[in-house]
């Protein structure tokens, strides 16, 4: 059975930078590799930020806070990376971003590597296909914030095998979170549930049921959700909610997938929530303001 101590993470985006944040407060050594070169260093930095904010707030030690980013270097290159016990994919939601990433890098991998996706919605098996060792593959996927959020959903592919699952189990819960099973079908567990619930909130709001505060108060209040569907929607990027969308309206072919047209126009303008400064609200100033 592999030991996992090394971890890549190919994709330093906000999603990959929480992820190497949570494997790094686990214990493990972990390698930050992006195919634009300048993002790691910004991603490690982020990091820096973000913990020297929990330190402020006497929610993390000091020492604690400095053996954390000390775990966290840049690899010189996908060679470096490929090396790694683990493997984890965080790239943008894109089946072919993803499939180019992993022809990549299988030729640089160690025969004992094993290979993850934090994917929210891609068919693991089809992934794993464009590697060498579909065996050895898995969908480990993080919710977003990674070192906060409790939860990784994990997806087996069709050949991947027991162990490669029981060793992707027992590292998830080495971080300190909670695992749970999803079958390889579009979008898995959490995200078949709730982005179709974001999609209809959308639809509420196009068709002029209520406008985004009202939308939001009625879900925060009156369904006890910690944070409106249209302010998760801006958190979690619309190009995210519109892609996972996709994957559920092509995959399983049912009309109630269908992304609302309000979501397409503010993707195209490339209005994407938080990460853009503006979506269903705008984060100009100091508190964010509805958009419509």
Known sequence: MTTIR??????????????AQAVAAGGYQVLLYDAAPDRPAGARAAIATGLARLVERELCPQAEAEAVLGRISIAAGLAEAGAADLVIEAAVEDEAVKKALFAGLTPHLAAHTLLASNTSSISITRLAAATDRPERFIGLHFMKPAPVMKLVEI???????????G???TFAESLGKT?????????????RILVPMINEAIYTLYEGVGNVASIDTALKLGANHPMGPLELADFMGLDVVLAIMNVLYDGLADSKYRPCPLLVKYVEAGWLGRKSGRGFYDYAGDVPVPTR
């Open 6 to 19: 090394t971890v890549a993470i190919i994709g330093t985006g906000q999603m990959g930078a929480g992820i």
């Open 179 to 191: 695992t749970t099973n999803a079958e390889d079908f579009p979008a898995f567990i959490v995200n």
């Open 167 to 169: 060793v992707a189990v």
């Open 155 to 165: 997806i087996r592919g069709i050949a991947t095998s027991a162990e490669t699952y």
